[in-house]
């Protein structure tokens, strides 16, 4: 037999409930396949609930895929996962993930991303925010660019509650992004936290740093990122969320767009960004150095 680590929590929902399937070794088997053909467990186990829900409705026929494709079943995920992996039959598509592949199908409402990266397993029409966090991260749908589950879902904030989730989401973001610039797993935290770093950075280089300092460091990093999204064409259109959040509810919530615009509103302030276009201040570059 074969024996593997996990699989955690991510690969669990993604490839697990997120597909209705409920069998586990199902899981475990499809979760060392992602493993082995190079497939983030997130996206892939997303892109095939995609797909489902593209067969289900009619969007896909088993004449498009080469077999039934439906919810709960473990053999078709296993299946689909392969053709992904190997860009075969619907799989070409696939393998573009759910929103160039939701274009091309004409499903753009089924899929469910940020900036083309499917939702991890915090649902965000509960987790206020968490739906603020995935719309304004640089790479979309990102759960560890601020960790902002973490204090919602243990209680620490009020997770229904706008107010102060800017500041929440841009704090955080600061301090994580030190964590990834310095290699530093964000699991670590609280047990190592910025009076730590400030001290492991002095023991290393020699040279002193307030944590201050190293919190505007990550400033700087995350509106260098903002900058070349950008470039890219990002403005404020593009920090939103997947239409499941906004307009279907879970429990009778959702994270409506106008409690998205407040937050946003809330968190660009902070940031120093224009409220129409999104787009970092001069004033706020130069105060960075960034000018």
């Known amino acids: 037999g074969t024996a593997i680590v ?40 997303c892109t095939v609930a995609f797909a489902m829900e593209c067969f289900e409705r009619g969007i896909l026929s088993e004449e498009d895929v080469g077999f039934e494709l439906r919810f709960g079943d473990p053999e078709a995920l296993i299946k689909l996962l392969e053709l992904i992996a190997y860009r075969k039959g619907i799989g070409n598509i696939l393998a573009e993930g759910s929103k160039k592949a939701s274009e091309l199908l004409g499903a753009e409402a089924l899929a469910v991303h940020v900036k083309g990266l499917e939702c991890p397993g915090y649902d965000a029409r509960v987790l206020k925010g968490t739906a603020l966090q995935y719309a304004v991260s640089s790479r979309g749908a990102c759960h560890l660019r601020a960790r902002v589950q973490v204090p ?132 706020k570059l130069r105060r960075l150095n960034l000018l």
Not at 13 to 37: Q, T, V
Request: charged share 30%; with cysteine; glycine share 8%.
């Open 6 to 45: 996990g699989p955690e929590y991510q690969s669990t929902y993604a490839l697990g409930p997120n597909c209705f399937i409920d069998d586990f070794k199902a899981i475990i088997k499809a979760n060392e396949l992602c493993d082995k053909l190079g497939i983030d467990t997130i996206s892939g186990g």
């Open 152 to 283: 919602e879902l243990t209680g620490v904030v009020d997770r229904l509650e706008l107010k102060g989730k800017g500041r929440l989401v841009k704090d955080r973001e600061d301090l994580f992004t030190v964590f990834d610039s310095l290699i530093i797993c964000k699991f670590a935290l609280p047990i190592f936290d910025i009076s730590d770093i400030a001290r492991a950075y002095k023991y290393v280089t020699g040279y002193s740093l307030s944590e201050k300092e190293i919190l505007t460091i990550g400033e700087r990093i995350v509106n260098l990122e903002r900058l070349f999204n950008v470039r890219e064409g990002v403005s404020r259109e593009w920090d939103t969320l997947p239409k499941r959040i906004l307009f279907h509810p879970n429990q009778g919530i959702v994270t409506s767009k106008e409690e998205l615009n407040t937050m946003l509103n809330e968190y660009y302030k902070l940031r120093g960004w224009d409220l129409e276009t999104g787009k970092p201040t001069f004033e």
